[in-house]
């Protein structure tokens, strides 16, 4: 079992930044599919941006490729989200999610993830 512990997130005007940051409970990232995914009120979680372990490639939204940044330190065993250029459309609950280890996933679909943070919560003000 893996634990997910997101955190980073808060109120922030548009146009401004923000670095989420998801901890692992152990020695993980470098051998999974991980990615982050949002979700406001009233509408289904959305894929953010990730990178597939078995692709060995990075993929963002279109509506934040850009703005958004994904990457991760595995000596840390944490993957960060920096966020720059903020609108407030990008108001919601950002989760991060990993795969199984050596999962061949697509980390643009939420099922091919096996564990899940609690979110954090993003506000950004007009």
């Known amino acids: 079992q893996v634990q997910l512990v997101e955190s980073g997130g808060g109120l922030v005007q548009a146009g401004g930044s923000l670095r989420l940051s998801c901890a692992a409970s152990r020695r993980t990232f470098s051998s999974r599919t991980v990615g982050w995914f949002c979700q406001a009120p009233g509408k289904e979680r959305e894929f953010v941006a990730g990178?597939?372990?078995?692709?060995?490639?990075?993929y963002y939204a279109d509506s934040v490729k850009g703005r958004f940044t994904i990457f991760r330190d595995n000596a840390k065993n944490t993957v960060y989200l920096q966020m720059s250029s903020l609108k407030p459309e990008d108001t919601a609950v950002y989760y991060c999610?990993?795969?199984?280890?050596?999962?061949?996933?697509?980390?643009?679909?939420?099922?091919?993830?096996?564990?899940w943070g609690q979110g954090t919560q993003v506000t950004v003000s007009s």
């Open positions: 999610a990993a795969s199984k280890l050596f999962a061949a996933s697509d980390a643009r679909r939420p099922t091919e993830y096996d564990y």
């Open positions: 990178f597939s372990w078995s692709a060995g490639s990075t």
